[in-house]
């Protein structure tokens, strides 16, 4: 699985591309596995009301299923236009 | 209906966009939205992120919706990216139709999805300070007036 952060996600997290072989789920049990991996990660996902997801890129929902070629970003709501 | 997207560092020229946009002749009328770096206080820059290859997809079914809802000749987006200044031009949508009731109204219904659905993320400074730009709850109310 290929994971993307974006903006502030990508710097709390420290990294703006990341391979993972995260366990079969949704974008939450995802949320809740790169929770465990270290306080960057904790601090990045504190909030989630302030984090959205886009999965192959398009916008995607926390119950949305992954498989493991899927492409994963996560970022605040967007600021564009 | 000829749909342009471009993503770009570069300034663009609004009169060499229209006329690209109107040149087959169709359009009897052209509506556009030119974004400017607003200056606010001591804001020295802004910088702007993007989802590269999502947000041209996003941009164009946005572009696809937009023409469902109303009978469009062209649509053009160009987004820049990067460093800007106040008074800096960051974005233009521009709609083309045969009759101005349309293009006004697909212009409009466009650039609210665009900020409710792009993915751009503003950073500003101001002197020392950087800080993320925070999403508007008035954008999205804009964007769900056309749900009703």
Known sequence: MTLLYFAWVRQKIGK??????????????LIAHLKSLGPNYMDAFADLSRIRVAV??????????????D??????PVTGG | MKTTIRIQREDFDLNAEVAALTKDGESGAVASFTGHVRKEGDLSTLTLEHYPHMTEAEIARLAE????????TGVTVVHRV????PGDR???VAVASQHRHAAFQACEFLMDF????????KEEARGREHHWVEHRESDDDAAQRWEK
């Not at chain 1, 703006?16 to 049990?29: C, I, N, S, T, W």
């Not at chain 1, 492409?71 to 605040?76: C, L, N, Q, S």
């Not at chain 2, 665009?114 to 993320?121: C, D, G």
Request: proline share 9%.
């Open chain 2, 90 to 92: 960051i974005v233009l």
């Open chain 2, 82 to 85: 990067g460093s800007l200044k």
């Open chain 1, 71 to 76: 492409e994963v970003a996560f970022f605040p």
């Open chain 2, 65 to 72: 919706e937009t023409g469902r809802r109303w009978p469009l």
């Open chain 1, 56 to 69: 192959n890129q398009r916008h995607a929902g926390l119950d949305a299923r992954l498989g493991p070629d």
């Open chain 2, 114 to 121: 665009l900020k409710t659905h792009a993915p751009f993320w």
């Open chain 1, 16 to 29: 703006g591309e990341e391979k993972l072989a995260a366990p079969a789920g949704d974008v939450a049990a």
